[in-house]
């Protein structure tokens, strides 16, 4: 189990597409005076690709101790996390549970990129059978619920985000470069 510890002693943090996380701060809610990492006492860790964060920072102007609890995205986006502290520190200290922990937390920065799994990327001029059933519609075309590639069938997962920051994996498949499918256990005969 992950035991609280200064935040800085969690970082870096590194994410599969390769995006670090060195430093993190907050301004103190009392005196505004920025409250680094150095300075926060409890649990972050890297669990499926999102920073979670639970901690209670210590400002060294005024000395105000305010709670700390977020998520930081690949994209080193930070969200504020909208439930109590204590509920979601308790919560974070049950996830990392069975996560395996270094005994330095620096082994978690990953020392060679990992290379991502390779899905399938196909186009309207490749073989695809669409269905004819529509789970809605996206940017002004239908979703089909399913579609067939290959002699493999592949159930529709999510639409791809805008910008092209995602990961396929390796049984996913990327249709007209926006929607994401799944290949389903059922094989086409």
């Given at each position: 189990m992950a035991k609280p510890d200064k935040i800085s002693?969690?970082?870096?943090i590194t994410f599969s597409n390769g995006m670090k996380v060195q430093r993190f701060g907050k301004q103190c809610p009392a005196c505004r005076t920025m409250v680094g990492a150095d300075q926060m006492t409890g649990i972050a860790s890297l669990i499926r690709n999102r920073i979670f964060l639970a901690a209670e920072g210590c400002c060294t102007a005024c000395g105000e101790r305010f709670?700390?609890?977020?998520v930081i995205t690949d994209d080193k986006r930070v969200h504020r996390v909208m439930i109590p502290g204590a509920l979601f520190r308790f919560w974070l200290q049950r996830a990392v549970r069975n996560l395996p922990q270094p005994t330095?937390?620096?082994e978690w920065e990953l020392n060679e990129p990992q290379p991502a799994p390779a899905g399938l990327v196909v186009g309207d001029g490749d073989d695809v059978l669409?269905?004819?059933?529509?789970?809605g519609r996206f940017q002004g075309d239908a979703i089909?619920?399913?579609?067939?590639?290959?002699?493999?069938?592949?159930l529709f997962e999510r639409a791809a985000p805008p910008g092209g920051a995602f990961r396929l994996e390796e049984d996913e498949l990327l249709l007209d470069g926006r929607l994401i499918y799944r290949r389903s256990a059922r094989q086409v005969v």
């Open positions: 002693r969690f970082l870096p709670p700390i609890t977020c330095d937390p620096r669409r269905s004819e059933e529509s789970l089909p619920a399913w579609i067939e590639y290959d002699q493999l069938r592949y």
